[in-house]
């Protein structure tokens, strides 16, 4: 299940997602913020062994997932997101990560 959620990359969505399983999900970075918190769930989910990606919100609205769809970019990629690279739209980084895992 590939998911683009769109909502902050933060740790409250990281321990929702983890609970859920997708197995690549999208969040936006909320502009990252103190200690890196928008993007918190990126490493939380690379040591559960799942594939996060966060678009920039500069990029994409917080919270809008057609938004994130049209015109969102790849901004930060955990370890389990192979084949994904910032500045990726997010149609090409699901295909990108589709091919690099062999993803149907």
Sequence with gaps: MVVVCASHGG???GQYASQRRP???FFNDAGI???QAGIYALELLANEGLAAVAVS???ARIGDVLDHWASGRVSHVNTQAIGIKPNMSVVEAIDAWAASTGYA
């Design 11 to 13: 740790e409250s969505s």
């Design 23 to 25: 197995s690549l999900i």
């Design 33 to 35: 913020g103190k200690d």
């Design 57 to 59: 919100s500069d990029t």
